[in-house]
């Protein structure tokens, strides 16, 4: 799938991220994402992440990258 088509653009995620206080886990970006609307397609993105403590919104979107 090409990156930013159905609205999985890395700005896309982390709009739906917003308010996450740094250092989160996974489950964290999944609640918040979850709590701030996200479309099923973004969650299905988040749900991917690496099952880890990200240190900041650079950290998420470097494990974004690793998927697909």
Known sequence: MTRGVGGKSPANIQTYLEGV??????????????????????MDVIEQLDDQEYGGPQEVMKSYGNIE
Do not use: H, I
């Not at 206080?21 to 973004?42: C, F, H, I």
């Open 21 to 42: 206080s740094y250092p989160a886990d996974k489950a964290t970006l999944v609640g918040r994402a979850r709590e701030n609307g996200a479309p099923k397609e973004v």
